[in-house]
């Protein structure tokens, strides 16, 4: 299977400091590569690089998807535009009709939990709510790639891991190529295939960890 995702010899220098020293990777269709270690040793920058959002001093990105999600640590949303038309936005701009986007939006903030919010504007939703407004704006459009910088940041313990829930269960229904952030053992999803640590002594590829078992007994609503 061709990898969605390449990344050689990926180094990141900002002033004296290099961040990031001859990185490879790739990903394939299904793959979820786990990025922990502890701040300031290149998580999100290596993101943004894989990305496309930021170039690097050396090295090469390959990406071969045409439909991208990103999730930031802050939800970045439209404040003008309602949860509804933040999630409806990117499926218009792929082309999709306004209805039809629109109704999409609708059943992904279900996923989410937000039934009842779609008419909310961000200042009137909670911190959490705007994550998860943020996660379903990336999933609405059926990403091949997604990209998430630590998604689950300031979500309460429950919370927490009642959105990895629905990222996990997201992930096995859709084979997306996913390269997840985080610096929390506990946000490791299920899906897991692959973690790379990084640590100031260099990058470590590990094997996925053994996990929790984890409730899948409530299923997402169907699309």
Not at 10 to 28: A, E, H
Request: glycine share 8%; charged share 20%.
């Amino acid at each position: 299977m061709s990898p969605v995702l390449v990344c050689r010899s990926i180094s990141q220098r900002f002033g004296p400091r290099d961040v990031l020293v001859n990185i490879d990777l790739t990903l394939s269709p299904g793959e979820v590569l786990v990025v922990r270690g502890p701040s300031g040793v290149g998580k999100s920058t290596l993101l943004r690089i894989a990305a496309g959002l930021t170039p690097p001093t050396r090295g090469s990105v390959s990406m071969h998807a045409t439909r991208v999600g990103v999730v930031f640590q802050e939800p970045r949303l439209l404040p003008w535009r309602t949860a509804l038309d933040n999630v409806a936005l990117p499926l218009i701009a792929c082309g999709c009709p306004g209805k039809e986007a629109r109704a999409k939006a609708r059943r992904m903030l279900h996923r989410m939990e937000l039934n009842g919010f779609s008419t909310a504007h961000p200042h009137e939703l909670s911190g959490g709510m705007r994550q998860r407004v943020s996660l379903a704006r990336a999933l609405a459009i059926e990403p091949e790639l997604l990209f998430l910088d630590e998604p689950f940041t300031g979500l309460d313990p429950k919370l927490r891991q009642t959105m990895l829930r629905h990222l996990e269960q997201y992930l096995d229904q859709s084979g997306a190529a996913t390269m997840h952030v985080t610096h929390d053992l506990v946000e490791i999803p299920s899906t897991a295939t692959r973690v790379l640590h990084l640590t100031p002594r260099g990058p470590e590829f590990e094997p996925a960890p053994r996990h929790r078992a984890t409730n899948h007994t409530h299923s997402l609503p169907e699309e």
